[in-house]
């Protein structure tokens, strides 16, 4: 059973940074592909960063392309989101995604992920 903890939310002036972080326990990344989604409140939850099961192929939609940034770190077993130049667009809570069939390609939806964490909120103030 794969589990994802994330941490790092809270309040950010606009133009400010926050990382996140998700520690992953019951599997090792390289046998996980790994997202991060976001929700808003009355929003679908959309994907705001996605990596192989390598991180060798990353997806970011155009809204944070340039802005944000998909890591991990294989010893402590954890996935970071840089987040730089928020905007109050970027409030909502965040979430760390899990699939244990690895797959080639960074997947962007929510269906292709198994396991999710709490979610960690981001309220971006302007």
């Known amino acids: 059973q794969v589990q994802l903890v994330e941490s790092g939310g809270g309040l950010v002036q606009a133009g400010g940074s926050r990382r996140l972080s998700c520690v992953v326990s019951?599997?090792?990344?390289?046998?996980?592909?790994m997202g991060w989604f976001r929700q808003a409140p009355g929003e679908e939850r959309e994907v705001v960063a996605a990596?192989?099961?390598?991180?060798?192929?990353?997806y970011y939609p155009d809204s944070v392309k340039g802005r944000f940034t998909i890591s991990r770190d294989s010893a402590e077993n954890t996935v970071y989101l840089q987040m730089n130049t928020l905007q109050p667009e970027d409030t909502a809570v965040y979430y760390c995604?899990?699939?244990?069939?690895?797959?080639?390609?960074?997947?962007?939806?929510?269906?292709?992920?198994?396991?999710w964490g709490q979610g960690t909120q981001v309220t971006v103030s302007s």
């Open positions: 995604a899990a699939r244990h069939q690895i797959n080639s390609y960074a997947l962007t939806t929510t269906g292709a992920y198994d396991y």
């Open positions: 990596c192989n099961y390598n991180c060798g192929r990353i």
């Open positions: 019951g599997r090792t990344l390289s046998s996980l592909n």
